[in-house]
């Protein structure tokens, strides 16, 4: 029986990563960066690990404070690409890059999809979105859609999508307003805006399951998480109370990932669903298992890409 202070592991027993490829967004900071940390100290771990991050530079120097395993004969390769969600034209950039470190099959295992911003001042891409639905949802569902290829060449291909169960808190009976996707939707609160990418999050999900079956997909929540997430818009209660009683009551971020890892690992998986940690489905708001909803979103996301040429 696991004692009291024994912490929970980290993969289901069995975990073989050997010869997989995964790519992280967002990797530099936070849920991205230990999900990294945690793969790369796993005892069979993956063949390589693409650590995304805005700049190279950034991405770069994450990668030099991660622990280095000595134990393995075939340690981990971690390749650092630059990647940012705000802009089409870098997103666009990255599936060349990534060409050039995959293995011979060409194949990407797992995509895990953690960037994100939450609460900032209100805002637009570089192409024109509403800055959290934009960064959050726009920029990873084009990144998806770039990489669908090479995803489609592994045997048995991950997408992991973080959500957040703030997505429960988008007012039902709202849609998705895609009126204001286009502007900086400077009529919702930051929170609002935060929750509806979020909900994007799970109905994006929910629909590339559909569409795309031979690509597991789900959507997942990991908890409340010490990390740098608290944006700016946050009312200044709400960041002293996080400040002072976070590391009290929220998880660490070591705790925090585990949910994201079992999504990219475990044969209990399935497609479309969301999870709340660890692996327990079925929490989605009524919206957020919405297939009209679902359907209305990828429409909407695949006229805008098409729009812009993708
Ligand atoms: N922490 C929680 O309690 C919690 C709860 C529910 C859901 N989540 C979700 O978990 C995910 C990870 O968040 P976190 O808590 O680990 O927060 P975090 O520490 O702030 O990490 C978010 C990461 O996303 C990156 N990012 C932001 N905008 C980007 C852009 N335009 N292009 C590329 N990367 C960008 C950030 O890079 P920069 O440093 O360059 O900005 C950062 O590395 C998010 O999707 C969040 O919504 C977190």
Redesign the pocket.
């Known amino acids: 029986m696991m004692g009291l202070c024994t912490p929970a592991p980290t993969f289901p027993p069995g975990t073989d990563l050997t010869g997989k490829s995964i790519l992280i967004?967002?990797?530099?900071?936070?849920?991205?960066?230990?999900s990294a940390a945690s793969l790369l100290s796993h005892d069979l771990p993956p063949a390589v690990i693409f650590l995304?991050?805005?700049?190279l530079a950034?991405a770069t120097t994450?990668i030099s404070s991660l622990p280095t395993p000595t134990q393995f004969t075939n340690p981990t390769k971690v390749v650092p690409l630059a990647?940012?969600?705000?802009?089409f034209a870098?997103i666009a950039a990255l599936p060349a890059s990534l060409a050039a470190h995959l293995s011979p099959s060409g194949a990407l295992d797992i995509l895990l999809?953690?960037?994100?911003?939450?609460a900032v001042p209100p805002g637009l891409?570089a192409d024109g979105y509403e800055i959290q639905f934009g960064?959050?949802h726009m920029?990873h569902a084009l990144l998806t859609k770039l990489l669908l290829p090479v995803l489609q060449r592994a045997p048995a291909p991950r997408i992991v999508?973080?959500?957040?169960?703030?997505h429960k808190a988008w007012p039902q009976g709202w849609g998705l307003k895609p009126d204001s996707m286009k502007t900086d939707a400077g009529d919702l609160s930051a929170y609002e805006r935060?929750f509806r990418?979020?909900l994007a999050?799970v109905l994006f999900a929910r629909e590339m399951a559909r569409r795309h079956p031979g690509v597991l997909t789900v959507s997942v929540?990991?908890?409340?998480?010490?990390?740098?997430?608290?944006g700016s818009e946050t009312p200044w209660v709400m960041t002293a109370a996080i400040k002072v009683l976070g590391p009290l009551v929220?998880?660490s971020?070591e705790d925090?990932v585990r949910n994201?890892l079992w999504a990219c690992v475990s044969d209990k998986v399935v497609s479309g669903e969301y999870y709340e940690p660890v692996g327990v489905a079925g929490k989605a708001s009524k919206d957020g298992k919405d297939d009209g909803l679902a359907a209305e979103l990828w429409e909407w996301t695949e006229r805008e890409l098409a729009a812009h040429g993708y």
Do not use: C, E, F
């Open positions: 967004t967002g990797a530099a900071s936070g849920l991205g960066y230990q995304t991050a805005r700049t950034k994450a990647l940012d969600l705000t802009s870098s999809l953690n960037a994100g911003i939450m891409t960064t959050n920029g999508v973080l959500s957040s169960a703030g935060y990418s979020k999050n929540h990991p908890g409340l998480v010490v990390t740098g997430i608290v929220m998880k971020v925090g994201q």
